[in-house]
């Protein structure tokens, strides 16, 4: 039951540049987006690139904010302050 359950967890991975008007942005609407939408399937984890540089080497990163869908596959990539709301949804429930 357990892994039905991480089956359907959506992990998120959000890049962002310190206190970055945008970045800061980014991360308020990410929570917003996913505390009304995903309460209790969702982690987010926010990795500051000014503080770890290489973490988002790995993933490809060149610009902030980035969200990336870690799960379920495929993987997704939204780029910005993700303040249109419809479009982050759309992104994160897409197959």
Not at 29 to 51: G, P, R, W, Y
């Amino acid at each position: 039951m357990a892994k039905n359950k991480a089956s359907k967890a959506l992990l998120l991975r959000l890049y962002v540049a310190g206190n970055a008007p945008n970045s800061l942005s980014a991360i308020t609407n990410a929570k917003a987006i996913c505390d009304e939408h995903f309460s209790a399937t969702h982690e987010m984890e926010i990795v500051d690139l000014l503080q770890y540089p290489l973490r988002g080497l790995a993933d490809g990163i060149v610009v902030t904010p980035t969200l990336l869908r870690l799960s379920p596959l495929p993987v997704r990539r939204m780029v910005g302050n993700l303040g249109n709301t419809a479009q982050v949804l759309q992104a994160l429930v897409s197959k």
